[in-house]
Every structure is written in C-alpha cells, then in structure tokens.
C-alpha cells in the first residue's frame, strides 16, 4: 500500500486537553510561617509546575489566619520572593478557612500554623467530611528546641509531618511512636528558605551582623546586656560594620511576641550607637550576602548562614540554656562568648553535627524535599483520602482539646461553634464597615498584648 500523502482537507490533529490546575492553599499565622508555608508549597510542587511536558499549572492561594501575630503589609513584602503577591493574600478566620477549603476545593493544604492552629484546622477539616479531601501539610518553621512533644502531637493527623533534618525526623518518630500513634507522617526535607550564594570573602568588606529574637532572651537586663556587647565591638573595631538585624518595627508582631524591642533600648545606649553601628530591617538572606561573620543566641538565620558557610557563632554569654533555644547547638562547635569574638575568634562548625542538622552545606539541599514531593503525589493519586485522624480526640484528651478547638470557635467536634460567624454574602457598604471594625479591633488587641500587658506584668513584679 502506498503512504498516505498529505491533503490540505485533512482536519488538523487535536491539541491535548490542558491538565487541571493543582490547587494548593497556604494558611499562616505569622510572618515567618508564612514565608515558610509559601515556600514549602512551591518545593513540594516545583515537579508538578516544571515547565516540561505533561506539566500541571499550580495555583497557589495566600490565606492569613486572623490573629495576634497575623502580618501587616510591610511584613509580608520584607519576607522576601515566594511566588505569590502579597497583593492577593487575604486575611480569615479559622470558619472562613474551613469554608474555603469546602468550597474552593483544594488538592493540597499547608498549615504554617503554631500546634494549637494546626491541631484545631486538622479537625475542622474532618468535621467537613468531604467526598474528596485535600492532602494536609505542617511542619515546623525552624529550630525545635522546646515543647516537642507538646507541638508533635498538635500536628500529629496531617498526611505530611516534614522534619527539616535527619535528627529532627528522628526526634519526631521517637516522640510518636513513644506514646502510640502512627509516624508514618514524618517526612524529612529542610528549611525551604535556605538559598543563596556561598560565602566569599570579600577585599576590603569586615561585616559583623547580630540576629535579634523577638523573645530569646526575654529579659530587659539580658538583651541590654547584648546590645552594650554588640556596640561595645563595634567601638573595639571601628573599621569594622556592626549590623543589628531585626525582625520587625516597634508595634508589629512576629512568631513569638516582642515586648523589649531592641530599637528602643537602643536609644539609650549612653554616649548614642558609634557611625559603624546599624540597625537594619530586610530579608535576612540579603543581609547575609554581606556578612562575613553571623552572631545570635539562637536564631533559625544561624541555619541559614552555615548553609551559606558564613562563619557562625551561638552565643554563651547568658549560659547555655533550655529557655535560650542555644543548648540545640551542644556539640556543633559553634559556641562561643563575646569576648572571644572581640578578640578574632571565629569559630568552625563541626562537620558531623553539621550533617544532621539539614543545612545541607555539601550541595545536596537540591534534593532535600525529593522524598516529601514524592509522597504529596503519590497521596493525591490515591484520589480519596481516609479521613483525617489526630492523636488528639474528645475521648483522649478531653481536658485539653475543647479548650484548643474553642479559641477558633469550633466544637469539640470540629464543627463550627453556636454564635461563631459564618461567611455570607453581605451588601458592599455593610462589608466594608465590617472590615473596618474587624480592623479597629485587631489594631486594639495587638496594642493590648505589645503595650498593655507588658506593663501589668512588670507591676506584678514590683
């Protein structure tokens, strides 16, 4: 038989269907969680999204869960890039959430929320019974150095429990199996913000930047104490540029709650903060591409900056202490004191601790979410999930849940709670008065937890 030869009255062939898009919402508490969850969402779906053939579009939608911490504007712009417009991120509640999941109907849910948050959303979303579920997604934003067991089983019932290293996904299974539930859950990756490039020194360029906490140490004495160190060796070395990186400005919130900010004891620093003395705001991975040696007592940039093999130091000045968060870096050769550090030394962090703490230094970190990515897909080709089952229920902890369910006003059931606000449709004007309200409020309640509670507590120590 002859070939067949080409006519121009031959239909055209058919274009492949376009693949649905993969719906993926993120919902935050905090500036921080929310740069982890929107980052952690493109990870776990890059594959998805790679451009190649077959590639499935993702759609990826910023919701804020309402509340102390929820981040102002300027925050979120200072996060950095995560792929998503801080223009399109929209603030709800636990209800409107749960609601939004029921009607928008999500593949994938990222919780980048504080265990309470987690725990009460987990069962919020099984109360909703739906047909086809998302695959629900947590984690931790940084280091884990206190209430592990309480945080773990918070979030224990999401499909995915990812560890950002090999000693916390150790540390997570333990702690599971140790009181009987499933930790199959656990799923080691890393810290989805570590990036950049690594460090070089530079001709010319001496740049010592401090990483503040909001919370570590607590203290009015301990973080005056710091700061008189900081300027202190920014006067020993008058050549040298001494940054004070902080998380945020007087007034607005971040994961743990600022009640000392070190830009107001900065103003009184007798004899004023020397010309080689800053206070910067930013992202932190831009500060760091000009540091040459990161300071802190505990802080997730440390991570950060031995992933970029900036040297790093942990501070020892206030002991080595549980409540400091600093005794998680017993063993990696990174603690030191002031006084050594005005005198030149820098420590060298060791390499067998450093193997285990997920900063993936050696240049494997292009790999470290291959394992969670593969598990997110293989649970949303399954296609119907079993239902959502937390450790925690009203019949094994009906002393603690209730409580954890009611600040979201949801019933012990997960149902929505009599008197809680439901989302309607609502007339324009009436809409925007209920905003402006809702806005009132909040701007009264983070002033009542930053100025007001601090200074009862401070009565009640007198």
Do not use: C
Not at 70 to 84: D, F, H, N, S, Y
Not at 144 to 173: C, I, M, Q, T
Not at 177 to 198: I, N, Q, R
Request: aromatic share 6%.
């Amino acid at each position: 038989m002859p070939p067949r030869t080409s006519n121009a009255a031959d239909p055209a062939p058919t274009p492949a269907e376009p693949r649905p898009a993969l719906r993926v919402a993120v919902l935050a508490d905090s500036d921080t969680r929310w740069k982890w969850g929107a980052l952690t969402a493109r990870r776990l779906t890059a594959e998805a999204d790679g451009g190649g053939r077959g590639a499935r579009p993702v759609e990826v939608s910023g919701l804020l869960l309402r509340g102390r911490a929820t981040p102002t504007p300027r925050q979120l712009a200072e996060v950095g890039e995560v792929g998503i417009d801080a223009d399109q991120v929209r603030e709800v509640t636990a209800v409107e959430f749960l609601h939004t999941v029921r009607d928008e109907g999500y593949d994938v849910v990222v919780l980048a929320l504080v265990g309470g948050g987690v725990q009460a959303m987990l069962h919020g979303l099984a109360a909703l019974n739906l047909t086809r579920r998302p695959v629900v997604v947590t984690g931790y934003v940084g280091v884990v150095y206190e209430k592990l067991a309480d945080g773990l089983l918070l979030r224990h019932g999401a499909d995915v429990v990812l560890a950002n290293s090999a000693h916390d996904a150790e540390r997570f299974r333990a702690t599971y199996e140790g009181v009987g539930a499933d930790a199959s859950a656990v799923t080691e990756a890393a810290l989805p913000f570590l990036g950049g490039a690594p460090y070089t020194p530079e001709e010319g360029r001496d740049t010592v930047v401090f990483a503040a906490q909001p919370s570590v140490p607590a203290s009015r004495a301990d973080r005056a104490y710091l700061l008189r160190r900081l300027v202190e060796h920014a006067r020993l070395h008058p050549r040298r540029e001494v940054l004070l990186k902080l998380r945020s400005k007087p007034g607005e919130h971040t994961t743990h709650i600022e009640e000392l900010p070190y830009q107001k004891l900065a103003q009184k620093v007798p004899g004023g903060l020397p010309p080689n003395f800053r206070l910067v705001y930013g992202h932190m991975g831009e500060v760091l591409d000009r540091a040459d040696l990161l300071v802190t007592v505990s802080s997730t940039a440390a991570l950060e900056s031995l992933h970029r093999r900036v040297p790093t130091a942990i501070l020892t000045d206030l002991g080595v202490r549980e409540p400091l968060g600093n005794h998680h870096f017993v063993g990696s050769g990174l603690l030191t004191s002031w006084d050594r550090l005005d005198g030149g030394f820098r420590p060298r962090p060791d390499a067998e601790w450093l193997a285990g703490q997920g900063v993936a230094a050696d240049g494997s970190y292009s790999a470290a979410y291959d394992t969670a990515r593969a598990k997110v897909t293989a649970l949303l080709a399954e296609g119907q999930l079993p239902p959502l089952a937390p450790y925690y229920t009203p019949a094994t902890a009906p002393g603690y849940l209730p409580g954890i369910l009611a600040r979201h006003h949801l019933a012990p059931d997960g149902t929505r709670l009599p008197g809680a606000a439901a989302p309607q449709e609502t007339g324009r004007v009436r809409g925007a008065v209920r905003e402006t309200v809702r806005n009132a409020a909040r701007g009264a309640y983070r002033h009542g937890v930053q100025r007001v509670a601090p200074v009862i507590r401070r009565m009640g120590e007198l």
